[in-house]
């Protein structure tokens, strides 16, 4: 019996040695999804600088850009500064020159989503709202489309579509030559509208909608923002707003994969706070994806940070400047430019009114830092210690016992 209780106690003892040896490096493993246990700051030599054209569309709220990548344009379409506009203008990131075409007929288009099709090289919209003949507005589900060459907008007539909606978002699934859309808020069937988790995949070559399910989905949610990861061929939700949720502001991070037909989410180490109205891009050289502003509709707050997200280091990061674009609800506005590797801001809303200002952000020589916070660590080395005293304690005075 003595012999037993002396192998349990240094067995014991020994088990803490190694859980205190060893637990910091365990930690370190275990704190990759934990937003708690780790700093993230990061370096660059990135720049937003504002562009003062000539000539340049009015301020808006709601427009959308697309950028054309066979002509090396910017498209802006629509949007709203009250009542909707049903204007097209151009962007030439080279020259900083913003020019308004000329389509006829136009549609009025806000809170609408689009992409541009490389195939047919067209830029494409879906949903949002509209207005009549008479200039009353109707929640749509028409799929519009604009060719650049001979400045035309066009309606093309689907064999099935998603219903009516606004504030979705749609991308360009490059590799696999279709558009994708999810979310929003959406016309139910027995009338109404709710907050959409739907995934709607648009086959261009056969001019059909398709719903697909898919065993896991990002929950319901508008006012979200997707890009196409073109290196990975997948599309990359963030956030959004869900009024009826518990959690009104999403924060998390997912990516879907039309190969595997999957949605997965990334326990990224840090994300941006909460907020409606903002808007991502994919900045391909980088590879990260680029988000900027927002409105907090609970707090009356707009925001004028700037946040990349790094798939090599599977986090987001804020970066500082200086210089910068005013704080301001987005929507749409914002576009990466392949040809001058640049960012595009334009336009947005906030307590000055609608804004009609141009920025071009460029990025350059990234340098993502990620510091463990060790003051979890440290307690644990604390108790442990501890807890290895008191039992060493009472292993010594069982010992004396035995000997007595």
Do not use: C
């Not at 799929?143 to 907008?153: A, F, G, I, K, M």
């Not at 595997?260 to 994806?289: A, C, H, Q």
């Amino acid at each position: 019996m003595v012999f037993i209780g002396r192998r349990f106690s240094f067995s014991l003892i020994i088990s803490l040695m190694i859980f205190l040896v060893f637990a910091p490096y365990s930690s370190f493993i275990y704190v990759q999804s934990n937003q708690t246990n780790f700093t993230v700051s990061a370096n660059s030599n990135s720049t937003w600088v504002e562009i003062i054209p000539a000539v340049s569309p009015v301020g808006r709220f709601h427009h959308m850009i697309g950028y054309d990548t066979s002509n090396n344009i910017s498209i802006l379409v629509g949007g709203s500064n009250g009542p909707g506009l049903n204007d097209t203008w151009k962007f030439n990131s080279e020259t900083g020159e913003w020019t308004e075409l000329s389509p006829n007929p136009t549609p009025v288009l806000s809170r609408s989503a689009i992409a541009y099709d490389q195939v047919n090289q067209r830029i494409v919209t879906f949903g949002g709202l509209r207005e009549d003949s008479e200039g009353s507005e109707y929640l749509s589900n028409e799929t519009w489309v604009y060719y650049y060459q001979n400045s035309s907008w066009n309606q093309i007539y689907p064999i099935n579509s998603p219903s009516a909606r606004y504030f979705h978002d749609m991308v360009y699934d490059s590799y696999n030559q279709k558009l994708i859309t999810f979310g929003g808020r959406a016309l139910k069937s027995g009338g109404g509208l709710e907050y959409s988790s739907q995934l709607w995949i648009y086959d261009i070559a056969s001019n059909n909608w398709s719903q697909i399910f898919t065993d896991v989905e990002p929950p319901r949610r508008y006012f979200h923002s997707m890009v196409f990861d073109s290196k990975r061929n997948q599309v990359f939700l963030f956030g959004g707003e869900n009024p009826e949720a518990e959690q009104k502001f999403l924060l998390d991070t997912w990516i879907y994969s039309l190969h595997n037909n999957s949605w997965k989410e990334l326990p990224t180490i840090i994300s941006p706070p909460g907020r409606s109205n903002f808007d991502m891009t994919y900045d391909k050289t980088n590879d990260v994806v680029v988000l900027f502003g927002g409105y907090d509709s609970y707090q009356g707050k707009n925001y004028d940070d700037t946040w990349i997200y790094s798939f090599e280091k599977n986090t987001w990061a804020e970066l500082e400047f200086d210089n910068k674009p005013v704080q301001r609800g987005i929507d749409r506005g914002l576009v990466y430019d392949s040809n001058s590797n640049k960012t595009i801001l334009f336009g947005g809303i906030n307590q000055s009114g609608y804004l009609d200002d141009t920025w071009l952000l460029q990025i350059k020589d990234i340098q993502i830092i990620l510091t463990e916070n060790t003051n979890k660590t440290n307690m644990n080395l604390t108790i442990g210690i501890f807890v290895l005293l008191i039992f060493y304690y009472l292993a010594k005075r069982k010992k004396r016992e035995e000997i007595s």
